[in-house]
């Protein structure tokens, strides 16, 4: 599914705290005062602009959408 992203919008500032398996994109939860816990919205960031997406962090106030990412599919 990542591979049809065109684009990912992403709230600047937002953070999901965890780490998200390339392999498989399943999302484990943590906590950001572990060390080893990343951001899982920058994992995906990576993962659609290395399939050739496109990536775009918002404005807190220009984005609508609460979860703190959109998408827009190439088809």
């Known amino acids: ?28 939860r943590g906590d950001l005062g572990d060390p080893r816990v990343g951001d899982v919205l920058d994992d995906l960031a990576d993962l659609v602009a290395d399939m050739g997406g496109e990536v ?9 959408a609460k979860t703190g990412l959109a998408a827009v599919y190439r088809y």
């Open 1 to 28: 599914m990542l591979a049809r992203l065109g684009t990912l919008l992403l709230e600047a500032g937002r953070q999901l705290p965890g780490r998200l398996d390339p392999a498989s994109g399943k999302v484990e």
């Open 56 to 64: 775009v962090v918002i404005p807190a106030d220009g984005m609508e």
